[in-house]
């Protein structure tokens, strides 16, 4: 219970006094007929009441040094519960947010109602983030654009720059609960690196992997596996997974297991016959040179996109003395992403705005090389928590020299 309450009071503590922050879990979008895409609730929402079902919402009101928090849920209905399980009551609502006051979600509206006219509300904090310009308005900005138009005299401000700054640097629990996802990654990769053969298809590997992290308890993964074999790994985020594995080529895979919401990021690259040609480890050591050089530069106090600049100069560097690219300008050709992002509840985290790496901060370190004419690329990924004096490569139980890899997958055979 103080655990979340805790979060709470430090979100408030950013709020404008009069104002209030209104946070909706979600629903399940409709797709087709009577059929709904599995749903996920709104991050922000689970952070700051650990609860993860749809149809719910949170409200805190600030007023000087006085704060109110209501959770809304809905109504237990013995009908629904029939055929979908018991919903949770007040009580059990109690236990797991730290909310005392629990009401129903259809009393919402009232509730706001009284926030805006009896107690004065002059600022409101909604979760009104939008991606890109073409994506359909999510449910907390539909509800945003609701009470703009009911009350348009009341600024609305949006919740991410409360949130970010906290999200950002994960607490004990959120660790474990990572490094559990980062663990259950491992023992799925290692599952397929046994059955890894020429013939098989991409979507078998991912298959593989998939259904290893399920019976390891992941609930989800954290994104759509790529499994992208030869050529195909030149697409960065290659989505078919139908191709047939050729003997002596490389398979890409990104990918991660989701646990209680927290999310591994991991990309290897294996030899789909055991054994790496001398051209392939040739690269893929330079790979995994810059994506060593990542990890021992990340520390609290560099801008992360300090670190790019790292991973372009050792694989520059490289490029450069196999005769591949004459200058560092020309590394784009092979190399067009960047190397790292923040990793959390979301697979692209939230960060502060000037990216400074901070302790407790998770970030991943994926430089990669992708050779179109040679019909092959290869990523090496690895998830780091920032330390007070450095980092620590939090997955660096999953194996990636290539001696390592070598020796597993031949003595899986």
Same mark, same amino acid.
């Given at each position: 219970?103080?655990y979340y #309450? ?14 209030a922050l209104?946070?909706?879990?979600g ?11 599995l749903f996920e ?8 009441t650990g609860m993860?079902?749809?149809k719910?919402a ?11 928090e ?10 629904? *519960?029939?055929w979908?399980g $018991?919903m949770?009551?007040?009580e059990? #609502? ?6 005392s006051?629990?009401r129903?979600?259809g009393?919402?509206d009232?509730?706001i ?13 909604m &979760?009104?983030?939008?991606?890109a310009?073409? &994506? ?7 509800? #945003?654009?609701?009470?703009q138009q009911?009350y ?7 919740? %991410?720059?409360?949130?970010a700054?906290q ?12 490094r559990?996802?980062g ?9 397929v690196m046994?059955?890894?053969r020429?013939?098989? $298809?991409e979507y078998q590997?991912?298959?593989v992997f ?10 989800a ?5 790529? #499994?992208?074999g030869?050529?195909n790994?030149c ?5 078919e997974?139908?191709d047939e594995?050729?003997e002596?080529?490389l398979i890409?895979l990104?990918?991660?297991a ?8 991991i ?5 789909v016959?055991?054994?790496?040609t001398?051209?392939?480890k ?8 810059a994506n060593?050089?990542?990890a /021992?530069?990340a520390a609290?106090g560099?801008?992360?996109?300090k670190?790019n600049?790292?991973a &372009?100069?050792?694989?520059?560097d490289?490029? @450069?003395?196999?005769g591949?690219?004459? $200058?560092?300008? *020309?590394? %784009? ?15 692209h ?9 901070q302790?407790?901060?998770v ?7 992708y @050779?179109?004419e040679?019909g092959?690329?290869?990523r ?8 007070e ?15 390592e ?6 003595? /899986?055979?």
């Amino acid at each position: 219970m103080n655990y979340y #309450a805790e979060r709470r009071k430090k979100i408030a503590a950013s709020m404008s006094d009069r104002s209030a922050l209104i946070l909706y879990s979600g629903v399940a979008p409709h797709f087709s007929e009577d059929e709904y895409y599995l749903f996920e609730v709104n991050h922000h929402f689970h952070w700051m009441t650990g609860m993860d079902r749809p149809k719910q919402a949170l409200m805190i009101r600030k007023n000087a040094e006085t704060v109110t928090e209501i959770l809304f849920i809905e109504q237990p209905d013995p009908a629904m *519960e029939r055929w979908i399980g $018991k919903m949770p009551t007040k009580e059990q #609502a109690v236990q797991i947010s730290g909310i005392s006051d629990v009401r129903f979600i259809g009393d919402m509206d009232t509730a706001i109602g009284q926030a805006m006219e009896r107690f004065g509300v002059e600022q409101l904090y909604m &979760d009104v983030y939008r991606h890109a310009v073409s &994506d359909p308005a999510d449910y907390n900005l539909e509800q #945003a654009l609701r009470l703009q138009q009911l009350y348009p005299a009341v600024p609305l401000s949006p919740l %991410r720059p409360l949130i970010a700054p906290q999200r950002a640097v994960k607490d004990d629990e959120e660790l474990r609960l990572m490094r559990k996802a980062g663990e259950i990654t491992r023992q799925s990769l290692e599952e397929v690196m046994r059955r890894l053969r020429p013939g098989m $298809k991409e979507y078998q590997v991912q298959a593989v992997f998939e259904g290893s992290c399920r019976y390891h308890g992941a609930e989800a993964q954290a994104f759509p596996t790529i #499994a992208a074999g030869g050529k195909n790994a030149c697409s960065m985020h290659y989505e078919e997974n139908h191709d047939e594995l050729a003997e002596g080529s490389l398979i890409l895979l990104d990918l991660g297991a989701k646990y209680r919401h927290y999310c591994s990021d991991i990309s290897r690259t294996y030899p789909v016959s055991g054994t790496f040609t001398p051209r392939q480890k040739q690269i893929y050591e330079l790979v995994l040179a810059a994506n060593k050089a990542v990890a /021992e530069a990340a520390a609290p106090g560099i801008p992360i996109h300090k670190l790019n600049e790292i991973a &372009d100069k050792v694989l520059a560097d490289g490029l @450069i003395a196999l005769g591949m690219i004459e $200058k560092q300008e *020309e590394l %784009r050709k092979y190399l067009p992403h960047g190397v790292s992002h923040p990793l959390g509840m979301d697979t692209h985290d939230l960060m502060t705005e000037d990216g400074i790496l901070q302790p407790g901060w998770v970030i991943t370190d994926e430089p990669g090389l992708y @050779i179109d004419e040679e019909g092959f690329g290869i990523r090496i990924e690895d998830d780091l928590l920032i330390t007070e004096d450095g980092c620590e490569v939090i997955s660096a139980g999953i194996i990636k020299e290539a001696e390592e890899i070598e020796a597993f997958m031949k003595k /899986e055979d």
